[in-house]
């Protein structure tokens, strides 16, 4: 299996500091979706894994994240795409739960639900926790110069990345490198 771990705000869709809270917020960056249909169309599974603490934070509910999901999967099936699945922490900073990143419960969850070990998974995002949750698990990190890191692209990186953390301008140039690169597949999880 060929799997790759998306996080969605600031990588997939735009972001913004007073969070998504509603399908008309959810705007999908330019060519994002097309670069997930790139992947699909090779053999990629692609899940995202996502904080959502506006949903503890009361700023939105579950019915309107799953509004903003289901735009998003509509707009992804109209250019021949499509997420696996999404896997979200719906806490907030204060709760102390395992499943926000940067800790690597939302991974673990992943690698359980699929059955396979996430060791060279790789993963991409636009901020440092996203990377270190997915190295925590043994994930491949990738940065995105978008969302939280576009302020890097004229050059720098946010400290503290994981050893071997690519950059990329965008979800599109990931999906190139990734394609050029060619896939392993994974072993199964026992």
Known sequence: MKLVILDRDGTI????????????????????????????????HVVIASNQSGLGRGLFDVASLNAMHAKMHKMLAAVGGRIDAVFYCPHSPEESCTCRKPLPGLFEQIGARFGVQLAGVPTVGDSLRDLQAGAAAGCEPHLVLTGKSAQYRGGGQPPGLPAGTTLHADLPAFADFLLERGARPLPVAI
């Open 13 to 44: 869709n735009s972001d913004s500091d007073d969070f998504v809270k509603s399908p008309d917020e959810w705007l999908p960056l330019p060519g994002s979706l097309e670069a997930i249909a790139r992947l699909n169309h090779a053999g990629w």
